[in-house]
């Protein structure tokens, strides 16, 4: 079946170190996304792209980056972890359109990616 | 922009006992609207979504939901809980226009689900 894998699923590191959370889709989905989940806060979009060679930042973009050099991987950087970004990590991805135009359209969700920034 | 407000951030019930977990929005143009749920230390699988069409949407595991223009809400319902539905229900929406391809959410409700 196809599916979306985030690694690594837990990760302890330490302030200041650069830290990558890889996603892997096998649907050959256009769009794909990086949440983050925090108590209180719900989720919230920190980056997406729409395509190979396309990233856009989301509403808490500060101190992460992605690059989409293929379909299938959509990696998140965290340039110089901060304890701030101690949080939940989750990954999606889907087709197109998520209204009636296509129906069924929807958006898939990895299992999450736990941070601890000590 | 839109926004999402899911009034309760906690719901505890008895088992077999019914629940409604609600959900407005805001939003200047036409919106889409979705129900996830979390199942503890998993990722966020659909329940329902509302494009258009009848108001009253049937989803998965006997949850249905109502999309009101009027009042802005989309509220989840159960007549009968099970020990299984305790999870974080997230409400979503994404708009009609250039946005559509992408989801905002609101802060979840935790239903707990009592023997």
């Known amino acids: 079946d196809a599916e979306i894998t985030q690694s690594p699923r837990h990760k302890i590191t330490e302030t200041g170190r650069q830290v990558t959370l890889a996603c892997h889709q096998t649907?050959?989905?256009?769009?794909m996304f990086w949440y983050r989940q925090d108590l209180g806060h719900g989720l919230r979009l920190i980056h997406y792209?729409?395509?190979?060679?396309?990233?856009n930042k989301g509403e808490v973009s500060d101190g992460y980056s992605v690059s989409r050099s293929n379909t299938e991987d959509l990696p998140l950087t965290l340039e110089s972890a901060a304890s701030s970004q101690t949080s939940v990590y989750f990954c999606?991805?889907?087709?197109?359109?998520?209204?009636?135009?296509?129906?069924?359209?929807?958006?898939?969700f990895g299992e999450g990616s736990w941070l601890t920034v000590v | 922009a839109q926004s999402v407000t899911q009034l309760d951030s906690q719901v505890p019930v008895f088992e077999e006992a019914p629940v409604e977990l609600r959900c407005n929005y805001s939003?200047?143009?036409?919106?889409?609207l979705f129900w996830y749920v979390q199942y503890p230390n998993q990722g966020l699988q659909l329940l329902l979504k509302?494009?258009?069409?009848?108001?009253l949407v049937k989803g998965i595991n006997g949850f249905e939901a109502e999309f009101n223009k009027s009042q802005t809400s989309f509220h989840l319902r159960k007549p009968s809980v099970h020990i299984s539905d305790t999870a974080e229900y997230f409400c979503?929406?994404?708009?009609?226009?250039?946005?559509?391809?992408?989801?905002?959410f609101g802060k979840g409700t935790l239903l707990t689900v009592n023997p």
């Open positions: 649907w050959n989905h256009n769009n």
């Open positions: 979503a929406v994404s708009d009609s226009g250039g946005s559509n391809y992408k989801l905002t």
């Open positions: 939003s200047s143009v036409s919106v889409y």
């Open positions: 999606a991805s889907s087709s197109g359109r998520l209204d009636g135009r296509s129906s069924g359209n929807t958006i898939y």
């Open positions: 792209s729409y395509g190979v060679q396309d990233t």
């Open positions: 509302y494009l258009s069409g009848s108001t």
